[in-house]
């Protein structure tokens, strides 16, 4: 292509140059991105919209009248809150704490838990929270058994909300730890180090250079952390209601567990929701925009340095296997002995003895076990590929151009977040029921939901990392005379990819866990994964259900690593 | 490739580009017209369908002849599509011994029961012929029938069915019992319940565990109390009791599980076959002697009258309770149709009141979901 002529005459030209300025790569990616992202967040959105609004009779409110007029709002709001917030801090908390040792520092065993940081993310959520339960509940878990000589019986309750708390927050950390990794990997130490050389301790550092550096990281984490416990239904489900903690979500589950469902009763929950996120991601971009003051990737050489902990090394090191062996080994351990039982009972002689490895023999024996795992290995790979490089161009749109209207393209990213698993299954459904392609019943509308769920969280990478990258590197490439789309192949893919790596990484593994919109649009023949740990759940088969997760956790384990090990490739080296 | 264009003069059509695309992308979501708000309604507007016409002929036949009509037709369309919320290992079972006798292809859709509806009712609003079959829980194959999706059957099988198995448009093929079971090492046979109200004793309190969503369960109960001569305010308080300290649990599979590993004692409502499948291997659960009467809920069968292979529909359904039957007492179940020895025959069962819970199941689970999150005691109606 080149650029316009300005040999032609002045109206024909003006509309030839128009058209032709229309037809540039750069137009044209930004218009089919801008497309895809608004059509996959609007379908179901609009689906929610006309449910919680309109019903047989036109506009009405009735919905909202349903969802919070129960007289317990009060108190399930109240709950929600303390829930979410709790998680989303304890999930900050560790995520980052863990991330800064990970890239940061010397700090030791780093192999080890790079990759066994990810392990709760992989176990699905009911494996993760009956595993607690076997482990923390004040009747029959096993920790309370271990510490009952000094702290008496039941010490630890995990029926809680302080429980609930602890469960989902250790849950969803991996995906803050993935976020805040991208973010310090993007970081140029001389910052830190100067303020070092001037006599600042480490703390202050840490608290002056190093968090506000990486606040729009943390702002995206923080935001999708909160919506994303809002929404949490296993952790509230199996922990709460043991003790009538109700919460949100559970209110989701009743009015739509009614039929015909009460989608105006679920939309109006969700269009809280949205409210609030919208808030959310307004906020990040207003902190975020703040312009260059979290470009840490600028023009100028860096290298990120590990930093020496010194004598604090082992503490680090020790309080890391302390962590580890609470959060990962200790459910993980639940679910393999549980995996090789006949039923779950205490450890005992007798339990040992019974101990075999008939489910996972009977693993082999579960048809299409092997389609599912095809199936569910080409949808994860499938949208996550494809979700990234939407987002990369996305995230350019929304940070680095200045067409107007470019915060919709990221409020759009953000809308299926809000919006319940099964309402958007029922969304596509309807939308492709009556589409003249024949997507229906295939496994690409599995794939059209995939890539909907997870836009939020690729979005939300992906513009953490492109906040980091200051516009000068395209710029001088520009100048250089690279067309957009080297500049944006050649110089911001490779200095994004940590962030894009840690989000395909994330969209990867928790795509092998959706079920809530896969379990109505499935068909025979593209069954997944997901749907046989729901097949061997309802079966009550659940020793067989844990030897399931065991497999899963080894499988996801083994992809992420040689992810991790391809990714060190490309990108910013470590010394 | 070429060169970079000027930087100044890209934003006007950057800008429209991103205005007509948002609004062609409205202009997609908007076409269709309202998605929820449609009443939903049959799909035959007309007269009788292929399928129907053929179920009509097959209904009045009956023994060898219907099989000799049912099975050259069947193997011709040589595929069914059956929509189930039967669990898998049962399923694959069933499927592999129809399969075995007839050569038919069976493409199977297993979900739970509330999506199985979802699906069949987004599919038929949108006149997409997805299955031939629905074999699911009977509140949902209820609210099918009342969306006209489903054709009538009849034969000498279904009249073999109890009455509470044969309705409108479906028919019971078996059926889940609810009834307590509880934890062997926690509870001597002694103190196990012996009737429904045992659950309310207050020494249960902590120990007792209820489902969230056995509403249908609590309704039935309810019904059944009240024909005893119980008052309203004696039944609620019965309730109360129960959730007083009771250990709220989703799912049932969950709550087998936490009774055998001894989370609780008592499970009030869990199905009979799960704790049996536990029992069966070595897990300290026990619900025997049962509770009386037992609760029943039925799962049945119904035919589409949009069916793609409306003969191997039918052969199905005839199959399911003929020798089928057999195939679900193996795993475990109970059958709609019992033949010889009754293992059940000095057992009370009463069916789930599937009339009650169709036309005001959103009111028995708004109620039965305030008993369970606060024991107080609910208004009586």
């Given amino acids: ?575 | 490739m070429n060169t970079a264009p000027p930087l100044s003069g890209r934003r006007m059509p950057a800008k429209r580009a991103v205005v007509s695309g948002s609004a062609l992308v409205l202009l997609l979501a908007g076409c269709g017209g309202s998605p929820t708000a449609t009443a939903p309604q049959a799909t035959t507007a007309g007269g009788p369908t292929a399928a129907e016409k053929l179920y009509a002929e097959v209904n009045g036949m009956t023994g060898q002849q219907r099989r000799d009509k049912l099975v050259p037709l069947a193997e011709k369309e040589g595929a069914l599509d059956l929509y189930t919320s039967m669990t898998s290992d049962v399923a694959d079972v069933v499927i592999n011994a129809f399969e075995d006798q007839y050569n038919v292809t069976v493409n199977l859709y297993r979900a739970g029961s509330e999506t199985v509806l979802q699906r069949v009712v987004q599919e038929q609003k949108a006149h997409y012929q997805g299955n031939d079959v629905v074999e699911t829980n009977a509140t949902e194959l209820f609210d099918l029938n009342t969306e006209g999706v489903l054709a009538t059957y009849d034969g000498e099988r279904r009249r073999m069915v109890p009455d509470a198995g044969r309705q409108e448009g479906w028919t019971a093929t078996r059926f889940n019992l609810f009834a307590p079971s509880w934890n062997t090492k926690l509870v001597t046979p002694d103190q196990a319940p012996k009737t429904w109200e045992d659950l309310a004793d207050p020494k249960w309190d902590g120990k007792l565990s209820m489902e969230l969503s056995d509403s249908d369960w609590y309704l039935t109960l309810y019904g059944y109390w009240k024909k005893q001569g119980k008052t309203d305010d004696e039944i609620n308080k019965l309730f109360s009791d129960m959730a007083t300290g009771a250990k709220v649990v989703k799912g049932h599979t969950v709550q087998g599980q936490l009774l055998s590993a001894g989370q609780f004692s008592v499970a009030a409502s869990n199905y009979s076959y799960i704790v049996e499948q536990a029992k069966a291997k070595g897990a300290p659960v026990d619900y025997l002697p049962y509770v009386e009467p037992v609760i029943a809920r039925p799962n049945g069968i119904g035919l589409m009258k949009t069916a793609k292979h409306p003969a191997a529909a039918m052969l199905f359904t005839d199959w399911l309770l003929q020798e089928g039957q057999a195939v679900l007492v193996k795993e475990g179940l109970t059958p709609a149709i019992v033949e010889g020895d009754d293992p059940l025959k000095d057992v009370e069962i009463i069916p789930i009141d599937v009339q009650e819970l169709t036309k005001n199941g959103d009111e028995w689970n708004k109620r039965y979901d305030q008993v369970i999150s606060n024991g107080e005691q609910v208004e009586g109606n």
């Fill in chain 1, 1 to 575: 292509m080149t650029a316009a002529s300005p040999a032609v005459p002045a109206r024909k030209g003006a509309a030839l140059g128009w058209l032709r300025r229309l037809g540039t790569p750069k137009i044209i990616i930004i218009l089919v991105v801008a497309g895809v992202i608004g059509y996959l967040a609007l379908v179901p959105l609009y689906y929610l919209i006309w449910g919680t609004f309109f019903d047989a009779n036109g506009f009405t409110l009735g919905g909202f009248a349903r969802a919070y007029g129960d007289p317990r709002v009060g108190g399930m709001i109240g709950n929600s809150l303390w829930f979410a917030v709790g998680a989303a801090v304890l999930s900050l908390c560790v995520g980052t704490a863990l991330a800064y040792l990970n890239v940061r520092t010397d700090v030791p065993f780093k192999g080890l838990f790079f990759a066994a940081s990810i392990i709760p993310l992989i176990i699905p959520g009911i494996l993760y929270t009956i595993a607690w339960i076997f482990l923390a509940s004040p009747d029959i878990g096993l920790l309370n058994k271990v510490i009952e000589p000094i702290f008496g019986p039941g010490f630890l309750d995990v029926f809680t909300v302080w429980g609930m708390v602890w469960v989902e927050g250790l849950h969803l950390s991996p995906i803050v730890f993935l976020l805040m990794v991208a973010a310090f990997r993007s970081m140029d130490p001389s910052l830190e180090e100067s303020a070092l050389m001037s006599g600042a301790s480490r703390w202050q550092v840490f608290r002056r250079i190093t968090v506000p550096l990486t606040r729009p990281a943390i702002v995206a984490a923080v935001l999708v952390m909160v919506v994303r416990s809002l929404e949490s239904f296993e952790v509230p489900a199996l922990l709460g209601l043991q003790n009538g903690i109700y919460v949100f979500t559970s209110r989701i589950y009743f009015v739509l567990r009614s039929y015909p469902p009460d989608l105006a009763a679920a939309g109006a929950l969700a269009v809280g929701l949205l409210v609030l996120a919208v808030i959310g991601v307004a906020i990040s971009n207003l902190v975020g925009r703040s312009g260059k003051t979290y470009q840490t990737v600028t023009g100028k050489g860096f290298r990120p340095r590990p930093m020496e902990l010194g004598k604090w090394r082992p503490v680090m090191g020790g309080a890391i296997v302390l962590y580890f062996f609470l959060t990962v080994v200790g459910p993980l351990l639940v679910l393999l002995y549980t995996s090789l039982l006949k039923f779950y009972q205490a450890p005992s002689t007798e339990a040992f003895a019974s101990m075999s490895l008939d489910n996972y023999r009977e693993l082999f024996h579960i048809s299409d076990a092997t389609t599912a795992l095809r199936n569910s290995l080409v949808l994860g790979l499938g949208s996550a590929t494809l979700v990234m490089v939407l987002m990369a161009v996305g995230a350019w749109i929304v940070v680095r151009s200045r067409i107007p209207g470019r915060q919709l393209v990221d409020h759009f990213s953000f809308v299926p977040l809000v919006i319940p698993g099964l309402v958007l299954g029922l969304a596509l459904s309807f939308v492709y029921l009556r589409s003249p392609v024949p997507i229906y019943g295939t496994i690409f509308i599995l794939l059209i939901a995939y890539c909907t769920r997870y836009m939020p969280y690729g979005m939300r990478y992906a513009v953490t990392s492109m906040h980091q990258i200051s516009a000068e590197l395209e710029e001088s490439a520009q100048v250089s005379g690279a067309s957009w789309w080297q500049t944006f192949r050649r110089v911001l893919l490779p200095l994004l990819s940590p962030g894009l790596l840690a989000g395909w990484i994330y969209i990867l593994v928790v795509s092998f866990r959706e079920l809530s919109s896969s379990i109505l649009l499935y068909s025979p023949g593209n069954e997944v994964l997901s749907i046989l740990i729901f097949e061997q759940y309802e079966n009550g088969q659940f020793t067989v259900l844990a030897a399931l997760g065991v497999v899963m956790v080894l499988t996801l384990a083994v992809l992420v690593i040689i992810a991790y090990k391809l990714g060190a490739k490309v990108g910013l080296r470590q010394d």
